[in-house]
């Protein structure tokens, strides 16, 4: 079961505007993050993200932010998927795919937020 804390939204529609973001693409698959104005019930930003050029089937995804880590089963088979997640404040978010043949992939995003504030300093 997924904690209240995460809402993933698994869907094959693809919709709205893209946002530029760096993503550091590790083994193969990309994320570009799209635009929305949707809260979580702590008022911080969901998360729309658009996973590209996966391999093959997973069995599971691991998130991790600067200060909290999830682990949970996750079944996908297409190459694309439509993801939503609500995670709080960040500054960089890895996505860590697990295959079912046992290879990993991983990508991260760097928050817009956290790097205007860094151009600031």
Same mark, same amino acid.
């Given at each position: 079961m997924i904690s209240n804390r995460i809402r993933i939204r698994l869907s094959l529609a693809f919709t709205v505007l893209f946002f530029a973001l760096s993503?550091?693409?590790?083994?193969? *698959?990309? +994320?570009? @993050?799209?635009?929305?104005?949707? @809260? #979580?019930?702590?008022?911080?930003?969901? @998360?729309?993200l658009l996973l590209t050029g996966l391999r093959g089937p997973t069995k599971n995804l691991r +998130?991790?932010? #600067?200060?909290?880590?999830? #682990? *949970?089963?996750?079944s996908w088979k297409t190459q694309t998927a439509d993801i939503w997640l609500s995670v709080g404040e960040w500054k960089t978010l890895t996505l860590e795919l697990t295959y079912v043949d046992g290879d990993r992939a991983s990508a991260t995003l760097r928050s817009p937020m956290s790097t205007n504030n860094d151009q600031k300093k």
């Open positions: 993503c550091e693409a590790q083994s193969g *698959f990309s +994320v570009t @993050l799209l635009k929305t104005s949707e @809260l #979580d019930s702590n008022h911080h930003p969901e @998360l729309h +998130v991790q932010t #600067d200060s909290i880590t999830w #682990d *949970f089963p996750w």
